[in-house]
């Protein structure tokens, strides 16, 4: 059986702090994209309590997915977001999660994220990442962007940082590692740049605004 709110909510009181964890559990966190990275900073996040996350992800569970993103085997052909709206209530169930299966565009960008403090980018694809920073940005100056590039391949996880790349927007990842060079994609690499961005996000909740 779950604990109730109030003794779960105790226990990250007591790792955190009582005024740092209020923080957390008012901030509203958009994750757009679902995927080795989207999948494990939405998980990182909800074990930290952060009370609101919205996951937007139009993609469904492949088994390929599996060596790296928060999945379960019997969860293949789900949708993710939905997916990983179950499996972060399984972890946290007192977490508010807002799950959407549709696909971010230029067009769609202001009105999907206006209700969150902090956007994660998590894309795949280059040109998709691009979108989502610059489309976010020029939406809402005012809200930070965490974003990636370069987590692929097998080179060292010390090469993986956060930089500071403007005044809202963030980027971390060794910035050029590209699975589209055929390096792969591995696990325990991309959990490292998730680690980061995730961290990143509760370093802006907190207020501190340095990487």
Same mark, same amino acid.
């Given at each position: 059986?779950? +604990?109730?709110?109030?003794?779960?909510?105790?226990?990250?009181? %007591?790792?955190?702090?009582?005024?740092?964890? $209020?923080?957390?559990? $008012?901030?509203?966190?958009?994750?757009? *994209?679902?995927?080795? &990275?989207?999948?494990? #900073?939405?998980?990182? &996040?909800?074990?930290?309590?952060? *009370?609101?996350?919205? &996951?937007?992800?139009?993609?469904?569970? %492949? +088994?390929?997915?599996?060596?790296?993103?928060?999945?379960?085997?019997?969860?293949?052909?789900?949708?993710? @977001?939905?997916? &990983?709206?179950?499996?972060?209530?399984? #972890?946290? +169930?007192?977490? /508010?999660? =807002?799950? /959407?299966?549709?696909? #971010?565009?230029?067009?769609?960008?202001?009105?999907?994220?206006?209700?969150?403090?902090?956007?994660?980018?998590?894309?795949?694809?280059?040109?998709?990442?691009?979108?989502?920073?610059?489309? $976010?940005? @020029?939406?809402? +100056?005012?809200?930070?962007?965490?974003?990636?590039?370069?987590? !692929?391949?097998?080179?060292? $996880?010390?090469?993986?940082? =956060?930089?500071?790349?403007?005044?809202?927007?963030?980027?971390?990842?060794?910035?050029?590692?590209?699975? @589209?060079? *055929?390096?792969?994609?591995? *696990?325990?690499?991309?959990?490292?740049?998730?680690?980061?961005? !995730? =961290?990143?996000?509760?370093?802006? #909740?907190?207020?501190?605004?340095?990487?």
């Amino acid at each position: 059986m779950a +604990p109730d709110r109030e003794t779960l909510h105790a226990a990250l009181v %007591e790792r955190h702090g009582a005024a740092r964890q $209020a923080k957390f559990d $008012a901030a509203h966190v958009a994750v757009c *994209g679902l995927g080795g &990275l989207g999948s494990n #900073i939405a998980v990182a &996040l909800a074990r930290a309590g952060v *009370g609101h996350l919205h &996951l937007i992800d139009f993609d469904r569970v %492949e +088994p390929s997915n599996l060596n790296r993103q928060q999945y379960a085997a019997a969860q293949v052909g789900l949708a993710k @977001a939905e997916a &990983l709206k179950a499996n972060i209530a399984a #972890i946290n +169930p007192y977490c /508010e999660v =807002t799950a /959407e299966a549709v696909r #971010i565009t230029e067009e769609n960008v202001a009105v999907l994220l206006s209700g969150d403090d902090i956007i994660c980018e998590a894309f795949d694809r280059a040109e998709e990442k691009a979108m989502l920073v610059s489309s $976010a940005l @020029a939406a809402y +100056p005012d809200k930070p962007v965490v974003a990636a590039s370069g987590m !692929a391949g097998l080179e060292s $996880a010390n090469r993986i940082s =956060t930089v500071r790349v403007s005044k809202r927007l963030y980027v971390c990842g060794d910035r050029t590692a590209d699975v @589209a060079d *055929g390096l792969g994609l591995y *696990g325990a690499r991309v959990l490292v740049c998730a680690a980061h961005q !995730a =961290t990143m996000i509760l370093r802006l #909740i907190d207020g501190s605004e340095e990487p």
